[in-house]
């Protein structure tokens, strides 16, 4: 239905965005939010249509998807507030003190936009990380034009999504190039994308594949660029002693449905449970087994997918020292996957890489422990992940440092007695971890801090107040947080 786009067409998108990058970044923080505010307004008005859409293209239900939808609405509306309050320009003024030896200057640092910004839909979420997503919407806030590529796998709704944002673009008088939309299922579009000039970053969410090759092309350029890709994570879960001697029945019921939440789509889907080889674990896993086998099968996204998953799992599962633990008593039609827990000793996970790679999908494995000693070892064999979590006591966690540091080296969210499935939209988030779960740990892809990745930091040096930035005048004409002589200042403070 959708043709690649040429590699004209993507000279011309890309050097039309350069165009409007010079007139955009001059916009206020007032009108860019109005901007963003004024695309969630144009989705909602697309109505239950983009709905019925979605759901053809990902065979996700209603209900899910009109959660997405009001997801990435917030998310345009609560990163306009942000933008407007302009913390995350980061603002350090540092007056001039002519009198010390040698004279100090006077200096002034905020944020800039880096220029126009790639952003890749991702297969999972048609919405809230797609064509108006998280990334998109934190380039607009910080000043940057955005050139999506649609995710194949429904394009037809992010054409429609793109309309709104094309339609609120002209409301709000945005400069032409503002906002471009291209189709292409061959990787030489996306790596066209990524190696043109006028890209200056680049944002992604997908498999690990896929965003590795993003980052090796994006380094490999003439003058590299940062590619924030979200990859692969497995989320571990290490069941601690205490806790499991008084909840491991219950424990195993709260994970059997995070494991099968949206078939097991998510990435922060739990994909590796730790626990010591005893009674209580025992009981864990004979409760996570009945509750699995009660588990019908979900639609997957999309038939490649589907396959994915299918042959991923049976990998896993032929692996020596691997066992079937439970598996749904339903029976899968097609495009389904079959919910699915396996087990193994902790030496076979620490000696086969194979088995630290994501099964993307309603699939765990579960990790015999003979002691908490081959516990920290397991956590210590574990890549970047963008959560971990401990079910555990108080006690448990006092009593076990060491286990305790080596989970916190491998996570970007550290989740104690929940689940990993969920991600709130809010300044306290942080999604993303080490490598590989993200390429760079430093940053969020949800939450107003994620607007930082998409600028840069420079400092006016013995500017005269009349020409500096409005965000640097010492009046504050803007009214925003900034720091002044290491003192924070508020809103309504000038210098």
Not at 67 to 75: G, I, K, P, S, V
Not at 108 to 136: E, I, Q, W
Not at 310 to 332: F, I, Y
Not at 429 to 435: D, N, R, V
Request: some cysteine.
């Amino acid at each position: 239905m959708f043709t690649d786009a040429t590699t004209e067409e993507i000279h011309a998108v890309m050097g039309s965005a350069w165009k409007a990058f010079h007139v955009y970044r001059k916009c206020s923080l007032r009108q860019r939010a109005g901007f963003m505010r004024a695309i969630a307004k144009e989705i909602e008005n697309l109505g239950d249509e983009l709905l019925r859409i979605a759901g053809e293209e990902t065979h996700l239900p209603e209900a899910r998807l009109r959660n997405e939808r009001a997801r990435t609405m917030y998310q345009l509306t609560s990163y306009a507030d942000a933008c407007e309050r302009g913390e995350w320009m980061e603002i350090r003024i540092d007056t001039a003190v002519p009198e010390k030896n040698p004279p100090k200057p006077d200096i002034r640092k905020m944020l800039v936009p880096l220029g126009p910004v790639v952003v890749f839909g991702a297969a999972n979420f048609p919405f809230a990380y797609s064509t108006a997503g998280g990334d998109t919407a934190t380039a607009f806030a910080a000043g940057c034009p955005v050139i999506v590529k649609a995710h194949p796998a429904h394009a037809r709704t992010s054409e429609l999504v793109a309309s709104a944002i094309v339609k609120a673009a002209v409301n709000c008088y945005m400069p032409a190039g503002i906002f471009s939309h291209i189709h292409g299922a061959s990787f030489e579009v996306g790596k066209a994308l990524v190696e043109h000039p006028h890209t200056k970053a680049v944002g992604f969410t997908g498999s690990f594949a896929g965003g590795k090759q993003l980052f090796d092309w994006a380094n490999q350029r003439k003058e590299p660029i940062p590619v924030f890709a979200e990859m692969s994570s497995i989320n571990p879960v290490f069941l601690l002693a205490g806790k499991m001697k008084s909840a491991a029945a219950e424990v195993a019921k709260q994970y059997a449905g995070s494991i099968t939440l949206g078939a097991g789509q998510f990435c922060t889907n739990p994909g590796l449970i730790i626990g010591i080889d005893n009674d209580d674990l025992q009981i864990f896993i004979a409760a996570i087994s009945d509750e699995i086998k009660k588990m019908n099968p979900g639609d997957m996204l999309n038939p490649g997918i589907f396959k994915n998953y299918v042959e991923r799992r049976a990998n896993a599962l032929s692996q020596e020292e691997v066992e079937m633990v439970a598996v749904s008593v339903a029976a899968p039609v097609t495009n389904q996957g079959l919910p699915t827990i396996a087990s193994a000793p902790a030496p076979a996970f620490i000696n086969n890489p194979l088995l630290h790679q994501e099964v993307f999908g309603p699939y765990s494995l579960i990790i015999r422990c003979k002691d908490i000693n081959e516990m920290i070892d397991v956590a210590k064999h574990i890549e970047g992940q963008l959560t971990a979590t401990l079910m555990a006591t108080d006690d448990d966690v006092r009593n076990n440092d060491d286990l305790v540091e080596a989970v916190k080296d491998i996570c970007g969210r550290f989740i104690m007695n929940g689940v990993p499935t969920g991600v709130e939209v809010c300044l306290g988030m942080q999604h993303g971890g080490p490598f590989p779960s993200t390429t760079d740990a430093r940053f969020t892809s949800v939450g107003a801090d994620a607007i930082r990745r998409f600028a840069r930091p420079i400092a006016f040096q013995n500017w005269s107040n009349e020409l500096l930035p409005d965000e640097l005048k010492n009046e504050n004409p803007l009214g925003i947080w900034r720091t002044v002589n290491d003192t924070p200042q508020s809103p309504k403070g000038g210098i």
